[in-house]
C-alpha cells in the first residue's frame, strides 16, 4: 500500500513540475515573439540601405503588421495541429531570418529582392504570431481556470514591454554600429 501512495506523490509531483516550468519557457517565447515586431523598423532601415523609398518601405511596414496580427488564423492553426505548432512557428522563423541575413548582405537590390525580402518578413512576423498564441494556450490549459486569467494578463505583459526590451538593448550596445550585423 504505501508504495502505491508513493507512486501517485511521484506522479503529481511531476505533473507540477511540468506545469510550473512551462511558464518561464513560455515567458520567453512571448518575449522573443513580441521582440521580433521591431522587424519592420529593422528592415525599413535595411531598405534604406538598399536604396528603396516610398512606396515600396510602406509595404514593408504594412506586411509585417499584417503577418503578425493575423486575426484567429493563429488560433484555428494551434487548435487543429496542438503543440507541434510551436515547432512550425521556430522553423517558420528560421528560414526567415536565414533568408533575411542573406537579404542584408545584397550588393545590388532590385525588385526580385524586394518581394522576397516582402515573402520573408510575412513568414517571420507569422511565426512571431503562431509562436505567441501556441504559448499562451500552452500555459493556459496548464493551469485552471481562475489562475489561466492571471497567466494571459501576464504573458500580453511580456508581450506588449518585449519591443521596448529589445530596443533598449540595441540602442544599448548596436548604437552607431552597422545595422546589418
Keep these: 500500500m504505501p508504495g502505491g501512495i508513493e ?10 513540475s511540468q506545469k510550473w516550468l512551462c511558464l ?10 513580441g521582440a521580433s515586431y521591431n522587424l519592420f523598423s529593422y528592415f525599413l532601415m535595411i531598405g534604406k540601405m ?7 518601405l510602406e509595404v514593408i511596414k504594412w506586411i509585417v503588421l499584417f503577418g503578425y496580427f493575423m486575426g484567429l ?5 494551434i487548435k487543429t495541429m496542438g503543440g507541434i505548432a510551436l515547432f512550425g512557428a521556430a522553423a517558420m522563423a528560421l528560414v526567415a531570418f536565414v533568408g533575411l541575413g542573406f537579404i542584408t548582405e545584397v550588393e545590388e537590390a532590385g ?13 517571420g512576423a507569422c511565426a512571431g504570431s503562431l509562436a505567441f498564441i501556441a504559448s499562451i494556450v500552452t500555459s493556459v ?24 526590451y529589445e530596443f533598449s538593448f540595441y540602442q544599448a550596445f548596436f548604437k552607431g554600429g552597422n545595422v546589418k550585423w
Design 141 to 164: 490549459k496548464n493551469f485552471g481556470k481562475k489562475v489561466g486569467v492571471l497567466v494571459v494578463v501576464l504573458m500580453i505583459a511580456y508581450f506588449k514591454i518585449s519591443p521596448y
Design 7 to 16: 507512486k501517485q506523490l511521484t506522479e503529481v509531483a511531476m505533473k507540477m
Design 24 to 33: 518561464p519557457y513560455s515567458i520567453f517565447v512571448v518575449c522573443i515573439s
Design 111 to 123: 525588385m526580385l529582392v524586394l518581394v522576397l525580402m516582402w515573402v520573408l518578413l510575412f513568414i
Design 50 to 56: 538598399l536604396e528603396y523609398k516610398g512606396w515600396e
Design 73 to 77: 488564423l493563429p488560433g484555428l492553426i
